[in-house]
Structures are given as structure tokens and as C-alpha cells.
């Protein structure tokens, strides 16, 4: 079976650049034997960025490159030479990227909108060059300063789809179809459960040339918030969703059982996703007739609409188009905070460190880093140059401003 395309999990170990080291130099030329202190400041390292690009929608560039380090900031030199900065880094991920610390599993930052950039891991600033510590006293300071070290991380990245409607449903109800029938999408369809093994996604035209955007991920079983089946690693990718779409067959014994075991399944899974907007869909109508059709509305909820669709013979889809619709705009619903910017809509939560070790276990995740990444400029003679050990870097101002 050829490999998937779609990555929604990576690891990746990142490194920023430390701060290149002041120079101790003291000025000796012709006609000037003591020309005094002229050793310049080390370059700022260089830093590693997260940011987002419309351009991808998966993960898969990242999957091979598994480290990404930052340029180291260049040395002072003499007659007060600054240091070259080092070369910032970016990594480019899909809207809806979130990153977690891989081995705290604490939540670092997500992106959301294409051009968003976030700060991962800050570069060291450079040392200041003895030509800085010259004083009236002192015209002669034989000592530089160091660079800021680096830092460095290793983080997980995880892709949460960017969606209207989430498709939910158990295996084999009719989510494939359904987004084959509603959009231009090809998902693989089929008799048997399990057929659908990485998300989709599919533009849904309405009216006025109008459309919102359907995900169908993986179906769901009983314990799939505990890992059993697919379901614990896709349910993530309906939590940015505004609208979930609960998908049930009409030949089912209990449609109204089937639906609470999904919506406890999300319950447990994330709590928070019990306040999105609800639709019901009883899928494959075509084989029940108008009397059983009323028979069933009975015994379906009342706090969710409901419609009774078929794919296959396009029964109930403008229907449902219009019901999607009208949710997707309510006032009550929060797709426009999503779309113009808000991230208060989704609260992210710390990994479950219990579940964190299996879940990168099973995402191919859990192969060890080689961390090796000392090279010969790291480790540098500095006998001739004595450093002030007992320096302190001033804080930012910023920093220094809300602590007055």
C-alpha cells in the first residue's frame, strides 16, 4: 500500500542561533602604540519562526526534516566590528498549525491566518566588545562580553483542519458520499467500514455564489476519545470546525443511541466541542418510506435539527444546504470570530502526558533526535580573552518598564 500524502504529525527538533561573543582588542598602530579599546560587539543570533502559509495543507515538507537550527551570531572584531547577525528561520506550516512541547506535551502557540508569524525560540544576543566597557578609570578594559546562549526545543506540530462543517458519524454511514455529492471532491468510497483513513476536504457551492468549506474525517467508534480506532488521531481536526454535522443511518436499531454515544465520544474527547452548533443528518432515506420517515422524527432529539438525506438518489441536500446555512450564520454562532481573527474561540490544552507517549508512539514519532550539532567554532580558545563571568544581561525594556 503506497504511503499517504497527508502528515498531520510531525516532530521536529529546533535550535536557535546563540549570540556571536565580544572582541577584546586594543588598538595598536603606527604613530598611535596606545590607541585604546576597539573591539567591536557580536552579532545577535538568529531565531526560529513559525509561520503560516495558505500554500500547504499538510505536513508532509516537514516530515523528512527533522532539525532546523538557526545561524550562530558572528564574533566582534577589530576598529569596533559588529558581528553579522545570524540568518533568521522560518518554517513554513498550514493554517490551523498548533505546536506542543514534545516532552512536557505543554501547548507553545498555534497559527491561524496565512502570514501569521510567531516566535519559537529567540536567538542570543550578541556580547558587548571591550571598546563598550571603557570608563574615565578604565581606559583599558582587557574583557569582553559573551554571547547569550541558544535554545532549543523539541516540539511536536499538529494540523487541526481549517473547516465550516465537520462531518461525524461512525464508519461506513455516508460522509464520503455525502462530500462527493455536495462538492468536487474524490474521497475513496466504499461497502466496508474504515474506508475513509485520512481527513478530507470540499468546497460546498450555495446560493448567490456562496460556499463554506466540509471536512469529512475518519469514522468514529465507541472509545475513540481513549484511542480505540482512528478516532483518537483525527478527532482533533473537528475542534476548529464552527458546525458539527452528526451523520446516522436510517437502517440503524437506534438512531437517537447511536447519536449520544458520538456526542459523548467528543464529550470526553474535548469538552469544549459540546458548544458548537449540531445537525443531524439520518442518511440513505432512499430506503424508507414516508410513514416510517414520520415514525422515526419521534424519537430523534429535539434540541438539534434534524434532516433526513440521501446521497445516492439526492434526496433532502438543498434541504440541508439551507439548514448548514442557516447555522453556519446564526448569531449565536462563532464562525465570524474564526474567520476575522479571534482565537479566544479555541482554548488549546496542555497534552495528557499519559496519552501523549502512545499517541507519538503511534504517529511514528517516538524515533530518537540525534541532538549531535557541536561544531568546532562551539567550543573556542579563549584563553587569550578574559570574559566577565559575573555579567548580567539587562532585560528588556519592555520588561523593564511593567516591573516599574
Not at 9 to 21: D, M, P
Not at 247 to 254: A, K
Request: proline share 4%.
Amino acid at each position: 500500500m503506497a504511503e499517504s500524502n497527508f502528515v498531520d504529525y510531525v516532530k521536529i527538533y529546533c535550535r536557535s542561533g546563540k549570540g556571536g561573543r565580544g572582541s577584546m582588542h586594543l588598538r595598536h598602530v603606527k604613530y598611535n602604540p596606545n590607541g585604546g579599546p576597539d573591539g567591536g560587539d557580536g552579532g545577535d543570533g538568529g531565531s526560529v519562526y513559525l509561520r503560516a502559509n495558505h500554500n500547504y495543507w499538510t505536513l508532509l515538507h516537514l516530515k523528512y526534516e527533522r532539525h532546523v537550527r538557526a545561524e550562530h551570531g558572528g564574533n566582534g572584531g577589530r576598529d569596533k566590528c559588529h558581528g553579522t547577525k545570524g540568518k533568521d528561520v522560518y518554517i513554513d506550516v498550514p493554517c490551523g498549525t498548533v505546536v506542543y512541547n514534545a516532552e512536557t506535551g505543554k501547548y507553545v502557540c498555534d497559527v491561524m491566518h496565512d502570514g501569521q508569524e510567531v516566535l519559537l525560540l529567540k536567538g542570543g544576543r550578541g556580547g558587548l566588545g571591550n571598546f563598550q566597557f571603557r570608563t574615565a578609570t578604565n581606559q583599558a578594559p582587557r574583557y569582553a562580553q559573551p554571547g547569550e546562549p541558544m535554545q532549543e526545543m523539541t516540539i511536536i506540530l499538529e494540523l487541526k483542519l481549517l473547516a465550516d462543517v465537520g462531518l461525524v458519524g461512525f464508519p461506513n454511514a455516508g460522509k464520503s458520499t455525502l462530500l462527493s455529492s455536495l462538492s468536487s471532491a474524490r474521497p475513496k468510497i466504499a461497502n466496508y467500514p474504515f474506508t475513509t483513513l485520512e481527513p478530507s476536504l470540499g468546497i460546498v457551492s450555495y446560493r448567490d455564489r456562496r460556499s463554506f468549506v466540509m471536512a469529512d474525517i475518519p469514522g468514529i467508534i465507541e472509545g475513540a476519545s481513549e484511542g480505540k480506532g482512528l478516532g483518537l488521531r483525527f478527532l482533533r481536526h473537528i475542534e476548529r470546525n464552527s458546525l458539527l454535522l452528526f451523520m446516522v443511518p436510517g437502517d440503524t436499531d437506534d438512531i437517537k443511541k447511536e447519536y449520544e454515544i458520538l456526542l459523548n465520544e467528543l464529550s470526553n474527547f474535548n469538552p469544549d466541542m459540546l458548544d458548537k452548533h449540531r445537525v443531524l443528518a439520518v442518511t440513505k432515506c432512499d430506503l424508507l418510506d414516508e410513514e416510517l420517515i414520520e415514525m422515526l422524527r419521534e424519537t430523534l432529539p429535539e434540541d438539534v435539527p434534524v434532516v433526513f438525506i440521501s446521497s445516492v438518489a439526492n434526496i433532502g441536500l438543498d434541504e440541508l444546504k439551507d439548514v448548514l446555512w442557516r447555522e453556519l450564520n446564526s448569531e449565536s454562532n462563532k464562525l465570524q470570530d474564526i474567520m476575522t481573527g479571534s482565537t479566544e474561540t479555541l482554548v488549546h490544552r496542555d497534552k495528557d502526558m499519559t496519552r501523549f507517549m502512545k499517541e507519538m508512539e503511534e504517529e511514528g514519532a517516538m524515533d530518537d533526535i540525534e541532538y549531535v550539532d557541536v561544531d568546532e567554532e562551539d567550543i573556542e580558545d579563549l584563553e587569550d580573552v578574559e570574559y566577565l563571568e559575573d555579567f548580567e544581561y539587562e532585560e528588556d525594556d519592555e520588561k523593564n518598564g511593567a516591573n516599574s
